[in-house]
């Protein structure tokens, strides 16, 4: 990731404070992923990621997200998002990564390396929220991901209930350091699925730019394309 130097570690507390009064409503936690999927990656120990991301397509409703996550400590991540405008009307991929909006929701994860350096599980629960008519449910999950020759793959299964189900991807890492994904999960009781694609490419600075389109196959849902800024900020340099 790219950062900004000369950040000290005392500004903390004053950002996540700030953070959480502006982030006061409907909020949907994301923990680092794929597109729509989470994999066994959690942000480095000391680094704060502020995230913009929007949701938006033909006839559909768009989407407006503002949120974070933190490398707490070594191999864990927690997260907090919100939602901070909402427009239009149609029926998309609700929330960012398929996952309805609600009022705020938190995410944790913690990673664990497994022996031989290639491989590593996540263990996580995302979408925790006081309310969970408006949230929805918490969603635990596991996920290994895999260093292979050419590209990362990775194979989880996470939700409670209805929301259960597996989910998997690949993303590949090309020179200049841009990232390309997909990922495939199950949906409504395992009836449905959404696949999606996209990238990940480090802009100037501290910014990075991440872009995606779901393709559901629930009936009426409509392709949802979702653009995500990240602006990242390294408390240890």
Same mark, same amino acid.
């Given at each position: 990731m790219r950062t900004i130097k000369h950040v000290h570690l005392t500004c903390l507390p004053v950002i996540l404070a700030i953070m959480v009064l502006l982030f006061s409503h409907m909020v949907n936690a994301t923990p680092s992923g794929l597109?729509?999927? /989470? &994999?066994?990656?959690?942000?480095?120990?000391?680094?704060? #990621?502020?995230?913009?991301?929007?949701?938006?397509?033909?006839?559909?409703?768009? %989407?407006?997200?503002?949120?974070?996550?933190?490398?707490?400590?070594?191999?864990?991540?927690?997260?907090?998002d919100k939602r901070i405008h909402e427009s239009g009307s149609g029926s998309g991929v609700s929330g960012a990564g398929g996952m309805p909006a609600g009022p705020w929701v938190f995410q944790a994860k913690y990673r664990y390396d497994l022996p031989g350096g290639n491989s590593s599980l996540? %263990?996580?629960?995302?979408?925790?929220?006081?309310?969970?008519?408006?949230?929805?449910?918490?969603y635990p999950y596991a996920v290994l991901s895999h260093n292979l020759r050419s590209f990362r793959g990775h194979l989880g299964y996470?939700?409670?209930?209805?929301?259960?189900?597996?989910?998997?991807? #690949?993303?590949? &890492? %090309?020179?200049?350091?841009?990232v390309l994904r997909a990922d495939w999960l199950?949906?409504?009781?395992?009836?449905?699925? %959404?696949?999606?694609?996209?990238?990940?490419?480090?802009?100037?600075? /501290?910014? #990075?730019?991440?872009?995606?389109v779901s393709f559901p196959t629930a009936a009426g849902v409509e392709d949802t394309f979702t653009l995500k800024f990240d602006y990242v900020f390294d408390f240890k340099r």
């Open positions: 597109n729509n999927i /989470p &994999t066994a990656d959690v942000a480095p120990t000391g680094v704060l #990621v502020m995230q913009q991301f929007s949701n938006f397509g033909s006839d559909q409703q768009s %989407l407006y997200h503002l949120g974070f996550k933190y490398g707490l400590a070594e191999n864990w991540e927690v997260g907090l996540g %263990l996580g629960l995302a979408n925790v929220g006081e309310d969970s008519d408006k949230a929805g449910d918490s996470g939700g409670k209930d209805a929301a259960r189900g597996i989910f998997l991807g #690949v993303d590949k &890492t %090309l020179r200049g350091g841009a199950q949906t409504n009781d395992r009836d449905e699925s %959404l696949a999606s694609i996209g990238f990940l490419k480090p802009l100037s600075g /501290p910014w #990075v730019i991440e872009g995606w």
